[in-house]
């Protein structure tokens, strides 16, 4: 990546022929601030908003000085990858914990039971649940007892360990039977649920609704099996229940984490060694519980609530498209290809097209960077100095990393942070400072970065008690494991001001009566996404070693195969009341009877980076749509897995791939 001739190594500037020709740093700076004061000054920050991909979470200082710099701009208008991802967890946390970023983590190296819902670690690594060498840990758990993966797709994870198949966006239904079971059997932690919670009895009287019957029939899974999963997760006194996106992007994704860990809770494995436990706090302050986070901001149009910052982007194009007050005119993406990785389609390339100013930070001339004004490049992971973040928030057994830049920057390219600072300073703007040793570097003329801020953090916090700092660090280039203890038990981080976890509330009970009313979407096929471990989202897929065995194909079962007449390598349409994609078809028995499994952030078309475009693939982003109607309100969530689809045979266009 950091040596490929597609990345942005100069700044870019789009031409009046569409094309992008290179521009001298300053008078790209000076063009943007200059458009940017005129679009706050006579529109307000409102006209004016960011759009956030994955990429960032893995560069502190270009994450970190990004939100610095929309808050000097005051927008809060944050659009990104969190709608996509991780929002339905963060609102299950905010109603169960009062807080959004307080997580509960399974203790991997020490459980003897694992049930994971809708998440593949192989592949992942372990997403918010960061831990080393995941495959050993989880082998090592198989070894002691089990993993149970549920999932509608033998998934990598699935296929190494237990795998109970279930129908898609059923999981709500699973977990409710469950705890109907461990009630009815009286295999509940009454001490604990007495002590520590509240609003137990009236999802109690929930349960006592629930029949295990229907929730069979909904989920494809036999009753006998529900229970027997029910009681050997709660008599075995090493269990814990893990989820990540397979459960965060479909119609219940919400009520569905609340309930993984509402499981966690009822059946004891809360609290203590092999169970699930609040992350080890590693930075100054991070061992209580940080406030807001939820409901901080609305989207002009839907109202739906901010999560983290983050807003629905399902109505990003509509913000952009109607007219009124606060309508977006000018856009800032950081490590974002939205086109791809967000809903809207065709709206949302009119919506680009139509902008006043669009620039992008970015290595690469991305599908919706092609649509920019400015291209911004930015450095690798060689290139700058990192610690990476991110990954506290949701570690057992934490660990740390610190790289100085291996090299000097290619080409012009330099530090996001200090093109944002430099923006700033044009407008006659600072960085807001949230230390006193940041707004005395500011009163004295400089400009505190933000590792210099985190590198404070650790060395105030447990990390540094323990002699941790970024210059101890550098003597552990392959990174330190951390001899913090484990905070087993601790309930420090709940911001709820009775200090409780949270059961029942206003907020998530209204959940449950939307999942009992919802009508069943019937017995076609259903839509999931799937990914590779060598390729992380769309982001990489220009890199020729990762992308060359890529090869993106829809998944049928053999008899939905036979069924539609369809064999290995035809061309079939997927299309639903969105639009359509034409894809190649494999036929594999890892996905379920009317499963259709397929990767994102395919269908690379219009950005400049030559291999990325010959990957080929459909752009299934497509098939979401846009607006209210494809988003879980409670989070914004777009609903992107489970989604209903026709697939229709096309005779005579074998290997042709092309969105219709």
């Known amino acids: 990546m950091t040596h490929d001739p597609d990345r942005v190594t100069q700044p870019l500037m789009r031409l009046p022929s569409g094309e992008f020709g290179p521009v001298g740093w300053d008078e790209a700076l000076d063009d943007i601030a200059a458009r940017l004061s005129a679009i706050i000054d006579r529109y307000g920050p409102d006209a004016v908003a960011s759009y956030q991909g994955n990429p960032p979470a893995y560069a502190t200082e270009g994450m970190t000085g990004f939100r610095m710099f929309l808050s000097a701009l005051g927008v809060d208008k944050i659009y990104g990858a969190g709608s996509q991802d991780t929002n339905a967890r963060f609102v299950a946390n905010h109603a169960l914990y009062g807080s959004p970023l307080t997580l509960d983590v399974p203790d991997v190296n020490n459980a003897d039971f694992m049930l994971i819902f809708g998440a593949n670690p192989l592949v992942s690594n372990g997403s918010l649940m960061f831990t080393p060498r995941v495959r050993h840990q989880l082998d090592a758990i198989a070894e002691r007892g089990a993993v149970v993966v549920v999932d509608p797709r033998r998934s990598e994870t699935a296929a190494r360990y237990d795998h109970l198949s279930i129908r898609p966006n059923t999981d709500c239904w699973l977990l409710l039977a469950m705890l109907k079971v461990i009630v009815t059997e009286e295999l509940e932690a009454t001490e604990f649920l007495a002590a520590h919670t509240t609003g137990w009895p009236e999802l109690k009287r929930f349960l006592n609704t629930v029949s295990l019957e229907d929730a069979a029939e909904r989920t494809g899974i036999a009753t006998e099996e529900i229970a027997g999963l029910a009681r050997r997760f709660a008599t075995t006194p090493r269990a814990v229940c893990y989820g990540r996106v397979g459960i965060c992007r479909g119609p219940h994704a919400t009520l569905t984490n609340f309930l993984l860990s509402a499981l966690n809770m009822v059946a004891g494995t809360f609290g203590h060694a092999g169970g699930s436990t609040f992350a080890t706090p590693v930075l100054a302050g991070s ?61 949302l390339r009119e919506a680009l097209e139509q902008l006043e100013l669009s620039v992008s930070f970015d290595l690469y001339v991305n599908e919706a960077g092609s649509y920019a004004d400015y291209v911004l490049p930015g450095l690798t992971f060689y290139e700058r100095a990192d ?202 028995e890892d996905v379920r009877p009317g499963l259709l499994a397929y990767p994102h952030c395919f269908g690379h078309k219009e950005g400049r980076w030559d291999n990325a475009n010959a990957a080929g693939g459909a752009n299934i982003n497509i098939l979401l749509g846009h607006g209210e109607d494809v988003v879980e309100a409670i989070s914004g969530t777009t609903i992107m897995d489970g989604i209903a689809v026709e697939l229709t045979p096309l005779p005579n266009s074998a290997g042709v791939e092309e969105i219709a």
């Not at 940080?290 to 739906?304: K, L, P, Q, S, V």
């Not at 007219?323 to 990785?341: I, T």
């Not at 087993?488 to 999942?515: M, N, T």
């Not at 060359?548 to 369809?566: E, F, I, K, T, Y």
Request: proline residues 8%.
């Open 287 to 347: 061992d209580r519980a940080t406030t807001g986070g939820y409901d901080e901001a609305r989207t002009r149009i839907g109202d739906f609530p901010s999560v983290t910052q983050f807003l629905a982007s399902a109505m990003m194009p509509a913000d952009m498209l109607e007219p009124g007050e606060g309508r977006v005119r000018a856009l800032l993406s950081l490590g974002g290809n939205a086109l791809l990785a967000a809903p809207g389609g065709e709206k």
């Open 387 to 588: 610690l990476p973040m991110v990954p506290l928030m949701s570690m057992v057994q934490p660990f740390l990393q610190y790289t100085d830049p291996v090299i000097e920057p290619v080409g012009e390219a330099r530090s996001e942070f200090d093109t944002f600072c430099e923006i700033l300073d044009r407008m006659g703007l600072k960085m807001p400072t949230g230390t006193p040793a940041e707004a005395q570097a500011q009163a004295e003329g400089g400009q505190m970065r933000p590792l210099a801020v985190l590198d404070q953090a650790i060395r105030q916090g447990p990390a540094g008690e323990a002699g941790w700092s970024i210059d101890a660090l550098r003597d552990h280039p392959h990174g330190a494991m951390l001899d913090i203890p484990i905070p087993y038990g601790s309930l420090a981080k709940i911001g709820h001001e009775d200090g409780r976890v949270h059961l029942w509330s206003d907020l998530i009970a209204p959940e449950f009566d939307r999942l009992v009313s919802a009508p069943d979407d019937g017995n076609g096929f259903k839509l999931v996404t799937r990914r590779d471990i060598r390729s992380h989202n769309g982001w990489l897929h220009n890199v020729d070693r990762l992308i060359r065995s890529q090869h993106p194909r829809l998944h049928v079962h053999p008899d939905d195969a036979r069924d539609q007449g369809l064999s290995e390598g035809d061309t079939a349409r997927l299309s639903n009341r969105f639009g359509a994609v034409d894809v190649i078809v494999e036929i594999n």
